[in-house]
């Protein structure tokens, strides 16, 4: 094994496979991911992993990408997995068709096309299962290999996976295989030699079958993983495999670059920019002299990169009595398999279970000594978590097909077709301001201090705008640019002109799902100059005062306003069923979902709507010239095996749509829609949203009334949305009608030409609404995060210490235990009890203790809430954040200063599920909090309230 292992890493001209049917990979991985690291293949295919797919994606190996796999959903066991060098993962794609064949039990396949110089070859991994029924096996098999030859010759296969089919046997089964691999010209390459070897039984029923004819070697490998050897391929390419190193160009902002370039910027008097004409020069001067600065400071440079640059966590280096271990096993297993003598078997399989305790234990030691080492806790730890988990593979290389089914593969035409597509979102543009103002009001200027405190309150992130300038940057440079920035800004708002050269955006194409050559699975993410968001930052906080200080705003839009969230739009919307339910009203819910809403604004409609609800003078002016004659371009990366480019389409104008990325346009987009609700609403239906999610609901006291208006309703918006150029996304439009006490009948209703059914359930806001309103599906949703959650912390429970698991508790855990809990937390002890077992799990992970060990001094001493405390914690804290909502106290109704003049009045309920309401519980749990408590306000209420409930 070890002469193997030398040939692949010195010989340049060799490209292996490596099959291992790990029988579980669990508490395996450590000594497998030595196996990987000591063999080098190049590709590694594991049969039998166990492991559900939210769990395999935690199983990774060093230098490797999970790039294919299976997993089983209804039996336990079985699986295979497909990972590749990350020398190689722009050589190998995913053949993900193939999963429409596998058929748990019978065939479990993965597959990949790998495209080297030398070498083009379809890989199937495959597991069939002792029980599996084998003419489905070959039968689907057939199936799979006609369709990736597609009757084209000489199209190269390598099949490796344990096919339960034994060719030490001449039965019907190994009859089966030899023919089929006859029948497609292929060689099984093990012949009769054992695979598998018990104290009982020798088996060949591992395989490695090829067409491929430059066959360097193949041979067993015994890894002391499972039962099972591995199987070893080795093909040889004829000529050394391309080097993976190549270069990107980027900037150097290496502390010394940085601090010349401050210099620099010192020694700048800006006079140039101070007496420039008018906004466009003074900011094309700035932008210019500091790009200056930035070359001559901060040059591009070339940087060489590696795919395959170990990772922080490393090759494992065994020490000497890990060694010693190792050989001793390794000895004992020979003379079991000399004399079948089942003392050396005991002996083989204690230092076994001796050599992976050590090798786990050794991997501890090293995170341990990384985490001692370390400066930064919290991002040691969150660096070495995502360091176990598969990493999505970035798209460098993106294909599209066109409209003619052209497939383009021309970087430069790819970012074409993009930002086509991302611009021809209009069907109705006036983006010219034609609207009189009465009065030209001043915009409140900025000082020195003003402009420091805007850039602090900015977030530091290293992405930038055309200009290479960041906020991670800027914030390193403010001091030296804080004066000429000040003037800058404040000509902005003098003039009310905003500067055309912060109007230029790059998009990234973003996938979402689907196929990966529909440009229409891809969403744009802008980024604009860092510049712009400072200006956009003033222009928000004048908005932002002058909506909510005149009330302008509908009080069902809940979308990037200060004190609401998601959760105040889905406790509003649950209250209002539950309310109506009570009062015993047939209710339908209707979730309308729009495609690309903010690319969809029209500039003009905007301008209408913002001096209709009173924006004028220089703000009016501003956001108009903040609005008109944008331009952007599409980039995309492109790597060509020597350097990784970002192709960059041409310039293309924006007709309609306002930039994701930027600070003012979600406030722009909520101003947009702020009269759909009022033009909408009737006595009997009420609608909740939060920025382009809207979700809609109307009652009456029969279900045939209640459709009536369903129809009126959609027939109003349908319209409203044709007017203000939105397009309904009709796949993921839903409605429901919520009859918790009633047996469920189905509706019809009309939109845009077609039917939309109700059904059961519903995603609104992240949270799955059912019709019985008792949160059994949101909660099935949870309890599976949350173990997967769990199973993460496990796995990390053998290196981290506690303080480390709890940080990591609250980073990946407590999300999903806490997201919308005030709703779903009032459902029945029985469902809550499920997500309740989990988190005494996680807790128990947490503590290092044993299973079946009382959590309930756990709790407090780790300082944490159960899911029960956890719940009366946040609804406390909603009615106190929205005491004037649905709710009143004992002092709004007499004026006796009473004792309990500040104790919420109860609201009774005629249903038991509709008492569930986060304002009503929340009422009840609020009134037995002690009154010192609740005479706090803030960090200290909430700091008290936890304690009191700890």
């Known amino acids: 094994m070890d002469n193997t292992a030398k040939n692949i890493q010195h010989n340049k001209n060799l490209f292996s496979f490596l099959h291992y049917n790990v029988q579980g990979i669990g508490n395996k991985l450590e000594v497998f991911n030595y196996l990987t690291c000591h063999m080098n293949p190049s590709i590694v295919v594991v049969t039998e992993h166990q492991k559900a797919s939210d769990n395999l994606i935690f199983y990774k190996l060093t230098n490797f990408e999970l790039v294919s796999f299976y997993c089983r959903n209804l039996h336990r066991s079985g699986g295979v997995a497909i990972y590749v060098k990350s020398l190689f993962k722009k050589n190998v794609t995913e053949v993900e068709w193939v999963k429409e064949f596998c058929l748990e039990l019978d065939i479990e396949v993965s597959a990949v096309k790998i495209e080297l110089d030398t070498l083009k070859v379809f890989l199937l991994g495959i597991y069939r299962s002792p029980g599996g029924n084998i003419d489905t096996f070959f039968e689907k098999l057939e199936s799979i290999i006609c369709k990736l030859t597609n009757k084209k010759k000489n199209v190269k296969l390598v099949i490796l996976g344990d096919l339960n089919i034994d060719t030490l046997k001449e039965d019907s089964k190994c009859k089966q295989l030899k023919n089929f691999v006859i029948s497609h010209n292929c060689r099984d390459l093990l012949g009769n030699k054992p695979t598998r070897i018990t104290n009982v039984s020798q088996t060949s029923i591992d395989h490695v079958i090829t067409n491929v004819e430059n066959i360097f070697s193949t041979c067993m490998i015994d890894g002391h993983v499972s039962d099972h050897f591995g199987q070893l391929l080795v093909l040889n390419l004829g000529k050394p495999i391309r080097s993976s190193k190549k270069v990107i160009s980027k900037r150097s902002f290496s502390e010394q670059n940085i601090f010349i370039f401050k210099y620099c910027l010192n020694r700048e008097t800006w006079g140039s920019v101070y007496k420039a004409k008018n906004v466009n020069e003074k900011w094309n001067t700035f932008l210019n002299i500091l790009e200056w600065y930035l070359n001559c400071s901060c040059p591009m440079k070339k940087k060489s990169i590696t795919d395959n640059k170990l990772t922080k966590s490393g ?80 798209l460098n290389n993106i294909s599209l097909v066109d409209d003619n089914n052209v497939v383009v593969q021309d970087p430069k035409l790819v970012s074409e077709l993009f930002n086509e597509y991302f611009t021809n979102n209009s069907t109705l543009v006036n983006s010219k301001n034609n609207y009189e103002n009465d009065k030209l009001l001043n915009l409140p200027l900025l000082n020195k201090n003003d402009v420091l405190q805007l850039i602090d309150s900015l977030n530091s992130k290293k992405s930038s705008g055309w200009d290479g300038i960041s906020m991670y940057l800027l914030k390193k440079i403010k001091t030296e640019l804080c004066n000429p920035l000040v003037h800058l800004v404040n000509s902005v708002l003098l003039d009310g002109v905003f500067p055309q050269a912060l109007k230029l955006s790059i998009i990234k194409p973003l996938h979402k799902k689907g196929s990966r050559d529909r440009v229409i699975n891809y969403r744009p993410v802008s980024l604009v100059s860092t510049f712009s968001k400072l200006i956009e930052k003033v222009i928000l906080a004048n908005l932002t005062e002058y909506y909510e200080h005149n009330h302008i705003l509908n009080d069902f839009q809940h979308g990037f306003r200060t004190g609401r969230s998601t959760i105040s739009a889905a406790a509003e919307f649950y209250h209002t069923v539950l309310t109506k339910v009570d009062d015993g009203l047939e209710v339908a819910g209707v979730y309308l979902d729009l495609s690309r809403a903010f690319d969809s604004v029209n500039h003009g409609m905007l301008l209408q709507k913002l001096a209709r609800d009173g924006i004028s003078g220089y703000l009016f002016e501003l956001i108009s010239s903040y609005l008109i004659n ?194 779903w937390g009032s459902t029945y002890n029985k469902h809550l009890q499920r997500v309740f077992k989990l988190q005494k799990k996680a807790l128990r992970t947490i503590a290092k203790v044993e299973y079946g060990t009382s959590c309930r001094n756990l709790f407090s001493t780790h300082s944490m809430l159960t899911v029960f405390g956890l719940y009366i914690f946040q609804v406390v804290n909603f009615i106190k954040n929205n005491n004037t909502k649905f709710t009143f106290k004992n002092a709004d109704i007499h004026n006796y200063n009473t004792r309990n003049k500040d104790i919420f009045c109860s609201i009774k309920r005629r249903l038991e599920i509709t008492s569930k309401s986060p304002f009503i519980m929340g009422t009840k749990y609020y009134n037995i909090v002690p009154k010192h408590i609740r005479d706090l306000e803030g960090n200290e209420f909430k700091n008290s309230l936890k304690k009191w409930l700890i």
């Not at 003598?341 to 204690?350: A, I, L, P, V």
């Not at 918790?740 to 939309?756: E, G, W």
């Open 630 to 823: 944008r331009w952007q371009c599409t980039e995309v990366l492109h790597d060509d095996n020597l350097e990784i480019q970002q192709v960059r389409s041409s310039m293309k104008k924006v007709q309609c749509g306002i930039p994701q990325g930027s600070i003012l346009g979600p406030f722009l987009y909520i101003i947009y829609v702020n009269d759909f609700p009022t033009t909408s609403i009737k006595n009997n239906f009420s609608v909740s949203m939060y920025a382009d999610d809207t979700s809609g609901l109307c009652w009456d006291k029969s279900i045939f009334e209640t459709e009536k208006i369903l129809k009126e309703f959609l027939e109003t918006a349908s319209n409203y949305f044709v007017e203000n150029n939105f397009l309904v996304n009709l796949d993921k439009t839903e409605l429901l009608v919520f009859r918790p006490n009633k047996s469920q009948t189905a509706i019809t209703v009309p939109i845009f030409n077609n039917n939309l059914v109700s059904g059961n359930s519903y995603k609104f806001l992240g949270l799955y609404i059912d019709d019985k309103l008792n949160w059994v599906n949101h909660i099935d949703y949870v309890c599976s995060k949350l173990s997967s959650a769990l199973f993460l912390l496990r796995r990390l429970s053998y290196y981290l210490d506690s303080m480390a698991l709890r940080m990591v508790y609250f980073g990946v855990f407590y999300p999903f235990l806490s997201y919308g809990l005030i709703l």
């Open 315 to 394: 090759k494992i280096i065994l020490q000497p009595q890990t060694l010693k271990i190792k050989n001793n096993m390794i000895n004992f297993y020979d003379l079991y398999k000399t004399t079948g003598n089942q003392m050396w078997k005991d002996r083989y399989n204690e230092f076994k279970k001796s050599f992976r305790k050590k090798v786990a234990e050794e991997k501890a030691q090293h995170v341990k000594k990384r985490f001692d080492s370390s400066d930064n806790i919290s991002k040691t730890c969150w660096s070495f978590v995502n360091e176990l988990k598969v990493k999505k593979t970035t």
